[in-house]
């Protein structure tokens, strides 16, 4: 069984970068479809991108398209999140989530398909 730990959150400005940082222990993720989401107070949980094991395929919401990219490091068990000009509806806490079952991308394109997930780390971008 895998625990993620996120981190990287802080607080910006508008048009500033964070990267997320996404450690995986107690296994490897080499073969997980890593992903992540965000929750805004009082909002439900939204999709924001996924990628495959290969990290061949990827999939975005369309709020961060253009904006965001998904990566992975499957030598140091690491999933990451670059957010290049950030915005204040991008303030949200950002989960980290794996799964294994190898499902279809257009599956891991929702958050109730990840089997594992991390505590958070919050974004906060100033306006």
């Known amino acids: 069984q895998v625990q993620l730990v996120e981190s990287g959150g802080g607080l910006v400005q508008a048009g500033d970068s964070l990267r997320l940082s996404c450690a995986a222990s107690g296994g490897t993720i080499s073969t997980y479809t890593m992903g992540w989401s965000r929750q805004a107070p009082g909002k439900e949980r939204e999709f924001v991108a996924a990628?495959?094991?290969?990290?061949?395929?990827?999939r975005y919401a369309d709020s961060v398209k253009g904006r965001f990219t998904i990566s992975r490091d499957n030598a140091k068990n690491t999933v990451y999140l670059q957010m290049n000009s950030l915005k204040p509806e991008d303030t949200a806490v950002y989960y980290c989530?794996?799964?294994?079952?190898?499902?279809?991308?257009?599956?891991?394109?929702?958050?109730?398909?990840?089997?594992?997930w991390g505590q958070g780390t919050q974004v906060t971008v100033s306006s």
């Open positions: 989530a794996a799964d294994a079952r190898g499902f279809s991308i257009e599956y891991y394109s929702a958050v109730y398909a990840y089997n594992y």
């Open positions: 990628i495959t094991w290969s990290g061949t395929t990827t």
